[in-house]
Structures are given as structure tokens and as C-alpha cells.
T-cell receptor
Framework: GAGVSQSPSNKVTEKGKDVELRCDPI?????LYWYRQSLGQGLEFLIY????????KSGLPSDRFSAERTGGSVSTLTIQRTQQEDSAVYLC????????????FGPGTRLTVL | KQEVTQIPAALSVPEGENLVLNCSFT??????LQWFRQDPGKGLTSLLL?????REQTSGRLNASLDKSSGRSTLYIAASQPGDSATYLC????????????FGAGTQVVVTP
């Protein structure tokens, strides 16, 4: 029924703290994607999950970033020891898993690191 | 490496005029190209998806064309309205890595009443 949802919508944290961002994809979608949108960098790919395959982590900017997808549904993006340059909007998308299909995006989580 | 460029970066038109937004990409090996709309503080809304084998897609006042060989796509919005004011992004889906959309920087559109 509903579209992609993300929580929290806003997160303010202090430098050095860990944060977790959550994504609930559209029911039945096997593929899930994380992107980051920051001023001056545009929209950049972070990671994607497709079914039970190993995730493509090639876009993660450092080993402080990790993501998991439990039960093939909900995903959590974790940023450890946050830095000010991590401040951005983190967008999640899902799709049916075919190369030809549309990616549907959530509203994003705005992360501010003080 | 795939590069996606959108020109112009910003556009202001009076209500009723047609909008023409351009997107170019350097590597023609793509599965498809997608146009999105983003309102301030919001996520992305998919507008049109053109498969690599297609030349155009239409939805209401929107029409998008794709010339894969020359690496270009154009989004036309007919009879613009103030509600069309938003940032428009194009994204290509590379054939060698279909999970990753590669985005242009966007065109910010303002339609004045």
C-alpha cells in the first residue's frame, strides 16, 4: 500500500556519536537502495541490496558507514563516529528488482552533525 | 566513468510557456533513463522512465525523449503552471551496474504566475 518510509525525518547529533537511519521499502520490493544528497555533491549512490545477494557497497564513503537489511525488508544505515561532513539528506529507494523498473524514493532523513 | 550533466542549472518562465530541460550523459551503455521531480525538503517523485530501446515516453503534459547514441534526453513540460516549480533531476541506470542510478545536478525551475 504505502510508499517508501524513512525515520527519523530529522536527526541532529554531535560529532563522534553513532546514528541509525531506518528505511521501510514498498511491500514486495526485493531491491533497496541508499543515496546521499548533500550541498555541492548532488545525489550519490551509497549501497544497494537485491534479494539474498551480497549487497553492492561500492558507494559507501568510509568504513564508518554500514547498512543491513533484515528479513529482506527493513534496512538500517548506520554511521559511526559521525563527522560534520556526514551532514546531508539520506534517501532510501526500493524497486521490484528488475533492471528496467522504476526506483521509488522515500522522503529522506536530514542528518545534521554539530 | 559515466558523467550526467543537466543544462541549464536554473530556469524561470512565465506561466503558460513550455519548459525544455536537457540532460546529457557520456556513456551510452545504459538500461534506462529516469526523470524525477524534487520539491524543497522532500524526496524524489518519479515522472517518466525511458528504457534504452525507447525513443520517448509521455504522461499528460510531460514528454521525455531519449537519443542514446548521442547521449541526450530532453524533458518537455507543456503549458507550464506555478505548481511545476521544483527541481528536476535526470538519472541514468548504467548497464554494467544496474543498481546504481547516476544523477545529474538538476535544473531548478520557477514558473511565475
Amino acid at each position: 500500500g504505502a510508499g517508501v518510509s524513512q525515520s527519523p525525518s530529522n536527526k541532529v547529533t554531535e560529532k563522534g556519536k553513532d546514528v541509525e537511519l531506518r528505511c521501510d521499502p514498498i511491500s514486495g520490493h526485493t531491491a533497496l537502495y541508499w543515496y546521499r544528497q548533500s550541498l555541492g555533491q548532488g545525489l550519490e549512490f551509497l549501497i544497494y541490496f537485491q534479494g539474498n545477494s551480497a549487497p553492492d557497497k561500492s558507494g559507501l564513503p568510509s568504513d564508518r558507514f554500514s547498512a543491513e537489511r533484515t528479513g529482506g525488508s527493513v534496512s538500517t544505515l548506520t554511521i559511526q563516529r559521525t563527522q560534520q561532513e556526514d551532514s546531508a539528506v539520506y534517501l532510501c529507494a526500493s524497486s521490484s528488482g528488475q533492471a528496467t523498473d522504476t526506483q521509488y524514493f522515500g522522503p529522506g532523513t536530514r542528518l545534521t552533525v554539530l | 566513468k559515466q558523467e550526467v550533466t543537466q543544462i541549464p542549472a536554473a530556469l524561470s518562465v512565465p506561466e503558460g510557456e513550455n519548459l525544455v530541460l536537457n540532460c546529457s550523459f557520456t556513456d551510452s551503455a545504459i538500461y534506462n533513463l529516469q526523470w524525477f521531480r524534487q520539491d524543497p525538503g522532500k524526496g524524489l517523485t518519479s515522472l517518466l522512465l525511458i528504457q534504452s530501446s525507447q525513443r520517448e515516453q509521455t504522461s499528460g503534459r510531460l514528454n521525455a525523449s531519449l537519443d542514446k547514441s548521442s547521449g541526450r534526453s530532453t524533458l518537455y513540460i507543456a503549458a507550464s503552471q506555478p505548481g511545476d516549480s521544483a527541481t528536476y533531476l535526470c538519472a541514468v541506470r548504467p548497464a554494467d551496474s544496474w543498481g546504481k542510478l547516476q544523477f545529474g545536478a538538476g535544473t531548478q525551475v520557477v514558473v511565475t504566475p
